[in-house]
């Protein structure tokens, strides 16, 4: 059987990410949340006329919201896979996921204040 090409490789891979992501949103309520929110962060950036230095920390925050939310499901999922019962371990394991997310999200947050909460104190 002949080799794909490397391009032909990337081209499914970012097709096997794609479904990964839409699957992600369809399927978790988690982060429905986070893509709610950041629907709402970016139409606040519009709105606010954000800087191009605070669109990029806007979009790298929120992306890495994302990512952490991904990770987190992934590893819940191969715990669930791997011990469907209770397992103090397991449950230890997913509480640390689930910790590095809202970690990331306290961060998002701060950053959301640092950018918006002058801007809101201008407008009185």
Request: glycine share 6%; net charge positive; charged share 15%.
């Amino acid at each position: 059987m002949p080799k794909e090409s490397f391009l032909k490789n990337r081209w499914k891979s970012v097709g096997f990410a794609l479904s990964g992501a839409f699957l992600l949103i369809r399927t978790e309520a988690s982060i429905k949340v986070q893509v709610f929110i950041a629907v709402v962060m970016t139409a606040a950036g519009f709105f606010f006329e954000i800087s191009s230095t605070e669109w990029i920390l806007q979009i790298l925050t929120i992306a890495c919201i994302m990512g952490a939310e991904g990770l987190n499901t992934a590893i819940e999922k191969v715990c669930n896979y791997i011990q469907p019962e209770f397992d103090k371990k397991i449950g230890i394991i997913k509480d640390v996921s689930a910790g590095a997310v809202m970690l990331v999200s306290i961060a998002a947050t701060i950053i959301g204040f640092i950018i918006y909460l002058p801007k809101i104190f201008l407008m009185f």
